[in-house]
């Protein structure tokens, strides 16, 4: 057992960290606002954390502390949020694709910033992050609870009054504004609570990775979590968790297979070698199978309806 | 003995232009409290344009819009509704995907009162019994009178001072339309103010106690309802 986690610790963090940004990236879209801004703020996050862990606290011999990590994730978060009600009065004015294009064009602009500026290393970046935790494993000890807090508080927004304004602004804007909600409103608290999420996990992640550049963050990324959303699913919270679980673990999956044995040789190497095909190939069968993705609403909803209708079927 | 007039909608001079296009020009409209008012007209004569500046959804070029005294030319439409503006938008827009139950609900958005908010729910519920029996269905699944019945009722669950309608027998069979000119004669003798938008002239005029004639984006006629009933030109263009 011990060898398990010593040999998937490094990916069970990075299941746990890419689900917290498959929700970061899912709480715009709740209000039906295609943002793929995630991934800047997560940098943004990671470059404060990095920055603050080797030139701002002096680390002393030994682990380096728990508590400065919490405080950076803390200023990686509000400088995150704050970042994004700047970015976000303007840029949620637009819709559609047209908000996607900003974001995109404001995660290259940090991406840019990044290469350029002393603070973040240039194009070398920060590295030698000082690690808080002597295994990779025990960053599930501030990752776990995180995302569970995240889940716990996405699982109340979606029933509460808020909640139902979110998906009254998806559904139909101009209704939304007829009932007396204000969409701009919802629109940028959805977006600046994504960022703070992206930002804190971004604080953590560098000093999981140990180093940070400017390949942090990036387009792909935007991607990346868009198929956790598109994948596991986008009218529930639980879809983008599971889907950036199951993305995430993908790859080692792909390993494992692709080391059986028995297999041709040529379906060993397509396991091992053309992973990106097989996830395009996902990404297609899952639009075409599972347009709403894996996890929808319904799986419980209709479970709890039939438990409904039961007793009154018995009276017949 | 007749008691005066209190107006609680006044429209001064609104004027809207949609790109370089004029929707509406110089629009004069004052509605009184307790009446039934209707505007008609044909086709892109700028009805809708009139409520969408009245319900905030267009800024108006110029003009001012007076309600219950305050002047909300500028205001949000959220804020608009939260004052005590409601609005049956033109096709329906009713949320598809979400329940009868969680439409009405989101109708009542601006309200924190739950126990009255509970009552006005069972209070919709006996005026549309309709909507009582689909009350967990999607909306999306209901006819299109069913539809345009949840459109008011999520209307009127913001307990508005002033419900403006817009084209609410647009697509609806005859029947249907019979039915809901019945609800807003109910809802007018509960005491609501209504601002109805009409293509139906007939039909809007016997329902409404004055009616506003719009052509072109200017108005044309005005007047007590009953009289424009009586108008030859008025007859001749819209009465048929």
């Given at each position: ?11 069970m ?8 940004l ?20 997560y ?73 350029n ?7 070398i ?12 494993l025990k ?133 091992l ?44 | 003995?007749?008691t ?14 949609y790109?370089g ?28 344009t ?20 305050k002047?909300?030319?500028r ?8 004052w ?31 126990a ?49 309608l817009?084209e ?36 809007a ?16 006629f ?19």
């Open positions: 057992m011990t060898d398990f986690f010593n040999t998937y610790g490094n990916l963090v990075l299941m746990v960290f890419n689900a917290m498959g929700l970061s990236l899912y709480l715009p879209l709740m209000a039906g606002q295609l943002s793929l801004a995630s991934p800047g703020f940098a943004l996050g990671g470059y404060i954390g990095a920055v603050f862990s080797t030139k701002v606290f002096q680390s002393s011999d030994g682990a380096f502390p728990v508590s400065y990590v919490l405080l950076e994730m803390l200023v990686g978060g509000l400088a995150s949020g704050v970042l994004a009600i700047v970015v976000g009065i303007p840029a949620l004015r637009l819709r559609g694709i047209y908000l996607a294009l900003a974001t995109i064009a404001f995660v290259e602009i940090l991406r840019v910033l990044s290469l500026l002393t603070i973040t290393g240039g194009a970046g920060i590295f030698g992050i000082p690690q808080p935790f002597n295994r990779p960053y599930l000890y501030i990752a776990g609870p995180l995302l569970l807090f995240s889940m716990f508080f996405m699982y109340r927004l979606e029933r509460i009054r808020a909640g139902r304004a979110l998906t009254a602004i998806r559904e139909d804007e101009l209704a939304a504004g007829a009932m007396g909600i204000n969409p701009t409103y919802y629109k940028v608290l959805a977006f600046t609570l994504g960022a703070i999420l992206a930002g804190m996990v971004g604080a953590l992640s560098a000093h999981f990775l140990n180093t940070w550049n400017a390949r942090q963050g990036t387009f792909d990324a935007s991607i990346t979590y868009l198929t956790f959303a598109l994948i596991g699913g986008s009218r529930t919270f639980v879809g983008p968790v599971v889907g950036a679980m199951l993305l995430t673990a993908l790859p080692e999956l792909l390993r494992f297979l692709g080391g059986i044995d028995q297999l041709p040789q040529s379906v060993r190497d397509l396991f070698n053309g992973r990106l095909i097989i996830f395009g190939l996902l990404i297609v069968l899952g639009t075409i199978f599972f347009p709403q993705g894996i996890i929808t609403p319904r799986l419980w909803e209709r479970r709890r309806r039939t438990k409904a209708v039961r007793p009154a079927e018995s009276n017949l | 003995m007749t005066e007039p209190v107006p609680i909608l006044e429209l001064h001079g609104i004027t809207v232009n790109g296009i004029r929707a509406i020009e110089n629009i004069d409209l004052v509605v009184n409290t307790g009446e039934v008012v209707t505007l008609i007209g044909a086709n892109g004569a700028g009805k809708s009139t409520l969408r500046a009245i319900s905030r959804l267009v800024n108006p070029l110029s003009g001012k819009i007076i309600y219950a005294g002047d909300i030319t205001a949000r439409t959220d804020e608009v509704v939260k005590g503006i409601a609005q049956s938008p033109e096709g329906r827009r009713v949320l598809a995907r979400q329940s009868v139950l969680d439409n009405l609900r989101l109708g009542a958005y601006t309200r924190s009162d739950r009255e908010i509970e009552r006005d729910l069972q209070q919709q519920f006996a005026l549309f019994p309709r909507l009582a029996e689909r009350r967990h269905q999607q909306a999306g699944t209901l006819s299109g009178g069913e539809q345009q019945m949840l459109a008011i009722a999520r209307a009127v669950m913001s307990r508005p001072r002033l419900l403006l817009d609410p027998s647009l697509g609806l069979a005859p029947l249907i339309v019979i039915e809901i000119f019945s609800i807003i004669r109910n809802l007018h003798a509960a005491g609501v103010t209504i601002l109805l938008v009409e293509q139906n002239a007939r039909l005029l016997q329902n409404a106690d004055r009616g506003y004639v719009l052509e072109a984006g200017a108005i044309t005005s007047g007590p309802a009953d009289q424009l009933l009586g108008d030859e030109r008025v007859k001749q263009a819209y009465l048929g």
